[in-house]
């Protein structure tokens, strides 16, 4: 290790090691850290005077996962990697998924003399891991929910027809009707429960239009300011006026934001605010084949409610998964295929205690099918 780590490095190779964004951090044959390049300061959040010469054990204390790869490369002579489970702790900052690479070392003279542990930040490509398998778990319980809807909706039609021939027969027997009644809405209500739950499965939006969303954005909030949910409710619009129209269906998207401005006006109680904000992106694109790169819009709509705990928020976008004493629990379920029919990605953060901000990407031109 010696030969390597402690003879002058060369410039170049300085030069690397400090632009690269990846994290280096290179240990000894006795385990100790000996080099830790600016990527990695900055990922690890330990700086060079925290680090340096410090034994492993002592840097990645309980990370079992890390030291594991570092033994391994160490001992066995060979590469080793962590793409998937790996959570890097901080000192002064929330947990990391990264994925990590260790490598034996080698002098000139073929000495393995320690190992190189390059890291990367995980946390985009985990969360985009996850979308991927809430769309497609979604999809499939789409279907299957069509599948059975199909199946009650004709039954119920039965219920609700006997149920307004015995409302014919008890004219008059106001006491009784009172149960006939209860009878028919609740049927209603089953019935709008199966519409919503078909369109979960719905392939495709179907009317693909020029849609103008700060109208949709307006004309929503002009609505929610009547609702009770919403009476001690400030909402602050931040819409660019310089958005062009996007191509979508106006009547998905209008559900799509009733949906979560009433999430957020749900949440809320006194000194609530929603605030709605739409930009262009500028930093990503949406790529098709034979299409030139299409940019986002990106809304966001952040409210100071009740927030959601962890453990809910692994939940919120299974369909029927509500708090509520009066929710369906379908609304981010449909708000999330509404999305993804469009192109496009949903995005929600919470701190309990403190609000939620649901972030919405959206191309701007699609084909129109
Ligand atoms: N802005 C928010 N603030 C706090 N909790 C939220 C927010 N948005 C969603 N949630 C949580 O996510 C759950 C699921 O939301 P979703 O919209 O799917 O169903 P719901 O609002 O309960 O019922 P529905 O929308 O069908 O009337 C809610 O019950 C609530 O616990
Ligand atoms: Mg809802």
């Known amino acids: ?50 680090a340096i010469d410090q034994p492993i054990t002592t840097i990645f204390k309980g990370q079992k996962g890390l030291l594991y790869l570092i033994h391994t490369a160490m001992s066995e002579g060979r590469s080793i990697s962590d793409r998937e489970t790996i959570q890097l702790s901080r000192p002064h900052a929330p947990e990391l998924p990264i994925s990590a690479t260790a490598s034996p070392l080698f002098t000139d003279n073929g000495h393995q003399e320690g190992v190189i542990l390059i890291l990367h930040d995980a946390s985009n490509l985990r969360q985009l891991e996850q979308d991927v398998q809430r769309v497609d778990r979604l999809a499939m319980l789409g ?4 599948g059975l809807a199909h199946e009650i909706k004709n039954p119920l039609g039965g219920v609700k027809g006997a149920a307004q021939l015995l409302a014919m027969e008890l004219t008059g027997r106001q006491d009784l009707l009172e149960y006939t009644a209860v009878m028919i ?25 020029d849609v103008n969303l700060s109208k949709v954005i307006t004309d929503i909030v002009l609505l929610q300011k009547q609702s009770p949910d919403a009476t001690d409710t400030r909402f602050i619009l931040q819409l660019d006026p ?29 000194d609530g605010k929603i605030t709605i904000s739409t930009r262009i992106d500028t930093e990503h694109h949406l ?18 409610g009740c927030g959601i705990s962890k453990s809910v928020l692994k939940n919120i976008f299974t369909p029927f998964y509500t708090t509520k004493n009066f ?39 699609r084909d129109k099918k």
């Open 327 to 365: 929710g369906s629990g379908l609304g981010l379920a449909i708000s999330q295929k509404i999305v993804s029919d469009h192109d496009g990605l949903l995005h929600l953060e919470s701190i309990q205690g403190q609000g939620t901000c649901c972030t919405i990407h959206l191309p701007f031109k």
């Open 185 to 209: 809405k609740e049927t209603d209500r089953i019935n709008e429960i199966i519409d919503e739950l078909m369109d979960l499965s719905t392939p495709r939006p179907q009317a693909l239009n």
């Open 287 to 304: 790529t098709r084949p034979g299409q030139g790169p299409t940019p986002f819009v990106v809304i966001k709509i952040t409210d100071n």
């Open 1 to 50: 290790m010696t030969e390597v780590l402690h003879s002058p490095p060369t410039l170049l190779a300085l030069n690397i090691l400090a632009s690269t964004t990846e994290a280096v951090i290179a240990i000894n044959s006795t385990n100790h850290i000996v080099l830790l390049n600016p990527a990695a300061q900055t990922l690890t959040g330990l700086s060079l005077r925290q």
């Open 242 to 270: 310089t958005i062009p129209p996007i191509i979508g269906d106006q009547t998905l998207l209008t559900r799509l934001f009733l949906n979560i401005i009433k999430n957020a006006a749900e949440a809320t109680t006194t």
């Open 143 to 146: 279907t299957l929910a069509a």
